[in-house]
């Protein structure tokens, strides 16, 4: 089974270095990637965190030793590889991106930003290094959507995920489900090197006055303006959807939208949204909805094959010395 080390301070993220180069006098050399180094204490910091997780899970589960120390090694290499390639692509995150994202995970834990410091600061982490963390995990999900933007699904495809044991477990349980279902579609607008937090919002607002005056509709508009690749290739539309699926501050929005009505900008990580919930349900009931639950998952599931192929064979070319767990040097 494949493990992430998942930090106990992080609470929804996995606990990474930061993609700068360390100031101060180098306490030692852990793994030298390409031209980069991981010094001792932050592999020591990781194990640790490491060591503290695997008390929480099942002991079948658990590791220790050399090989829980070459785990964190890798977490580590792959980690500092990803930031090293992201930046040759020129990605990068903004400050208020970071912050926008430190916002989700304090509401996803029914609390704010202070709250969440002081959490920070008695697990014994500054919060700048806690914000390099956010920041560097945020790239590394860019690099990923970089590398598998191009992933197509054929029906044929689908059709046979659908008869596997996975996927019909997964629809007896949508089939019971209960809950609150919105068929929802979205305009976004992203924040990035490109477009700063002002320029973007005046774009949303811009976009929505377009539709209300009935310069275009919303499903035009989203097709040709929504940086989101995936939704506007649909005219925007994100089919059912249910708590849980989406960034805290969209949900809000859009369990209170009325039908058929255009929200105002919101704010996520991502950029600022304009929401449209086309209808209300309980429960997944239809093929229809069956279907798109099953596409979204075997995306998921194919994008991350794809994107681990990529990396194993990109960390094949990249010079790699451990000075810990089991020493390698290629």
């Known amino acids: 089974m494949k493990l992430r ?26 793994i030298v990637i390409n031209n980069d180094i991981i010094t001792l204490s932050d592999w020591q910091r990781e194990l640790d965190l490491a060591k503290q997780e695997m008390a929480y899970l099942p002991p079948n589960q658990r590791m220790s030793g050399t090989a829980l120390e070459d785990h964190v090694a890798r977490v580590l290499i792959t980690s500092r590889f ?17 912050d926008a994202a430190i916002m989700e995970i304090a509401a996803r834990n029914g609390t704010d930003v202070a709250t969440l410091k002081e959490y920070i600061a008695y697990q014994g982490m500054d919060f700048n290094q806690y914000r390099e963390n956010i920041r560097g995990q945020m790239l590394a999900s860019r690099l990923q959507n970089q590398v598998v933007q191009g992933i197509n699904i054929t029906e044929k ?35 990035n090197k490109d477009k700063s937090e002002a320029k973007a919002l005046q774009e949303a607002n811009r976009l929505r006055d377009r539709i209300i005056s009935g310069d ?10 929504s940086q989101d690749p995936f939704s506007a290739a649909q005219d925007g539309d994100l089919g059912w959807v249910g708590l849980g699926q989406l960034a805290p501050s969209f949900e809000k929005t859009m369990m209170t939208l009325p039908v058929g ?32 639950v099953a596409r979204e998952f075997y995306f998921r599931k194919k994008a991350g094959d794809t994107f681990d192929e990529w990396l194993n064979r990109m960390l094949s070319d990249v010079h ?10 290629n």
């Not at 990803?82 to 970071?98: H, P, R, S, T, W």
């Not at 996927?167 to 305009?187: N, Y």
């Not at 275009?216 to 303006?225: K, L, Q, V």
């Not at 009505?261 to 069956?290: A, C, M, N, W």
């Open 5 to 30: 080390i998942l930090s106990l301070i992080a609470l929804l993220f996995i606990s990474l270095p930061s993609a700068m180069a360390r100031l101060g006098t180098v306490d030692g050399i852990a």
């Open 216 to 225: 275009g509709t919303f499903e035009d508009i989203a097709r040709a303006n």
């Open 82 to 98: 990803q930031d090293q390639f992201a930046k040759q692509l020129g990605l990068y995150v903004q400050n208020n991106e970071v």
């Open 261 to 292: 009505e255009i929200s105002q900008p919101v704010r996520t990580p991502y950029g600022y949204h304009l929401i449209k919930v086309e209808e209300r349900r309980k429960g997944f009931q239809d093929d229809e909805t069956i279907r798109n």
């Open 157 to 191: 495809e689908l059709d046979l995920y659908m008869k596997t044991a996975e996927f019909k477990r997964l629809k007896e349980e949508m089939m019971r489900a209960d809950v609150p279902q919105h068929k929802v579609s979205h305009i976004l607008v992203a924040v």
């Open 320 to 329: 790699i010395e451990k000075r810990v767990g089991t020493p390698t040097k």
